[in-house]
């Protein structure tokens, strides 16, 4: 899978939706300035479901350090040209909205990957969580050939169970403290589709063009 990079996915929205587009790119560097406006509108938004390092953990130096933005953006680049990861940058009607990503991918006989996301406050509820995710689950198990996504979510968050049951993942059980999250390991629910299931429904982005979108959960 090496070499698929960069990745850019878009499309276009019909007339009555709320956004005109949605763009799924690299970030780039001189998303800087906006990167760190974002991020920092943002911190408390995310604090309840973004992972951090366990304190007095012995590995937690291995972890990779970013201390900047330009070598942030390096590294996420490195890890899609070697075939990591697919980190993406969530761009609406021109304007950075979040980041999606792919990884803990498995080649050989699982080809399989995990996908996490978040979408800043000032735009949620307007259905790009689901519309973000379905594009890159697309071409994961499309173009990109893997098999199967799983995406864990936290049972208390609400938003992100209503983005995988329109989108038609099924539940596939509680992982126990699979994430430290906000000061302890945290319990996530498993969802899971693979490419017979997915590509079975027909490509994802005909299912939005028209407003409202036709979701799996409403089929």
């Not at 850019?8 to 998303?31: E, F, K, Q, T, Y």
């Not at 007095?56 to 970013?66: K, L």
């Not at 979040?98 to 996490?116: R, T």
């Not at 893997?146 to 059980?173: D, F, M, Q, W, Y």
Request: glycine share 12%.
């Amino acid at each position: 899978m090496a070499g698929r990079w960069p990745v850019v996915l878009r499309h276009d929205l019909p007339p009555g939706a709320p956004m005109a587009s949605i763009v799924l790119r690299p970030l780039r560097r001189r998303d800087a300035a906006e990167w760190d406006r974002l991020r920092g509108a943002n911190i408390a938004w995310l604090a309840p479901w973004e992972p951090m390092r366990p304190p007095g953990n012995a590995n937690a130096g291995r972890w990779p350090c970013a201390p900047t933005f330009g070598r942030y953006v390096a590294r996420l680049n490195r890890q899609g040209r070697a075939g990591e990861g697919v980190p993406l940058a969530m761009e609406v009607d021109g304007a950075l909205a979040g980041q999606i990503m792919v990884g803990s991918l498995e080649y050989g006989s699982q080809l399989s990957g995990v996908i996490g996301y978040w979408v800043s406050q000032e735009v949620a509820g307007r259905g790009i969580a689901p519309l973000a995710t379905g594009m890159l689950i697309d071409f994961l198990l499309g173009e990109y050939g893997l098999h199967r996504i799983e995406i864990c979510i936290r049972p208390e968050n609400a938003a992100s169970l209503r983005v995988v049951a329109k989108l038609g993942l099924r539940s596939e059980g509680i992982r126990p403290r699979l994430v430290f999250i906000a000061g302890q390991w945290r319990d996530h629910i498993v969802f899971a589709i693979d490419s017979e299931e997915w590509l079975a429904r027909g490509p994802f982005g005909p299912r939005w063009d028209a407003w409202p979108p036709r979701y799996a959960d409403a089929e």
